[in-house]
């Protein structure tokens, strides 16, 4: 009978189910230790740069970005979908030379597989076997979308994929980065609502990196459910020594006010400065799902911001006009 129960535990011994956690982070301020969770951003905007940048420090036990320290090294095991691993290859050996290490000091493997399917139950047996042979501190898969078939925007769909990935860390005791994009003229959402896809992927994220880009200036904004994030910072593409291999660099802190887009009625109310527009039209110019526009809506209606004419939302004209 007792097989049938599920296992409980006294609150004050919770701590003895679970691995130590101090030092609390992997890679200080930027990703907690055992953390699941997103490096997100716009396409061409350096994730897959900072991915490795995070994979070398971690594998190295250098900083970060030259700034965020790791308190405990170890190995890293890495999957590229998209880049070419002789590519990879000579990225990392710019990273290893601006850190002046030989590349064979890193502690980073590389799945070599061409591809791996989180939807497909074989893929998933090989890599859970691949993970729990090499024990690694940290698995970066890169990117999400070339990792399966399903529809992003379908709960149902990603949820299995997220379960399984969080299940590698809590059996393996693994953090797990997860590259994904975010959508295209997405810049007036805050970080993780601007992620392609369902809103299962934020709510997913123990540590969350995610880069935006404007004109040459990249920024880097961290967040952490458990933990108070660093300030924004604006980050550079620098070419150094190396051409055709550039890495990223810290160029200066971002205030959190300008890194943080405004609030979502004052998005909205800007939008339809602009021009008058239908729900469905608000709807894809704000991103934002339907009940939440809604709610924007009604709030904007009562308070006399906005009125509903002509089957079109619009900022009434002052008196006198």
Known sequence: MNGHLLKVCRASRLHLLSPATHPPWL????????????????????KSLLALDIAASVASGTACLGRFGVPRPGRVLFFAAEDALDVIH?????????????????????????????DDDSDRARLKATVERGRPRLLILDPFVRLHAVDEN??????????FLRSLQRKFHTAVLLVHHARKAASHLRPGQALRGSSELHAWSDSSLYLRRRGD???????HRAAAAPDPLALAL????????????????????????????????AALNRSAMSRAQLRQTLGVRNERLG?????????????????LWRVPLPIGH
């Not at 379908?154 to 379960?163: D, E, F, G």
């Not at 200036?217 to 967040?223: G, Y």
């Not at 620098?238 to 609030?263: G, K, Y």
């Open 27 to 46: 890679v200080e301020q930027l990703w907690a230790q055992h953390a699941c969770g997103i490096l997100g951003g716009e396409p061409k905007c350096g």
């Open 217 to 223: 200036l990249i920024t880097l904004i961290a967040e």
């Open 238 to 269: 620098v070419n150094s020594n190396n051409q055709h291999n550039p890495h990223l660099e810290i160029v200066q802190t971002v205030s959190a006010s300008l890194a943080h887009e405004r609030d979502p009625e004052e998005q909205l109310i």
């Open 154 to 163: 379908a709960v149902a769909a990603v949820a299995p994929l997220l379960a």
């Open 295 to 311: 709610h924007l809506l009604d709030r904007l209606a009562a308070s006399g911001r906005i009125v509903y004419t002509d089957h």
């Open 90 to 118: 000579q990225r990392l050996q710019a990273i290893a030379h601006q850190r002046q290490l030989q590349l064979d000091a890193f502690n980073l493997y590389f799945i070599t597989t061409p591809i791996v399917r989180l």
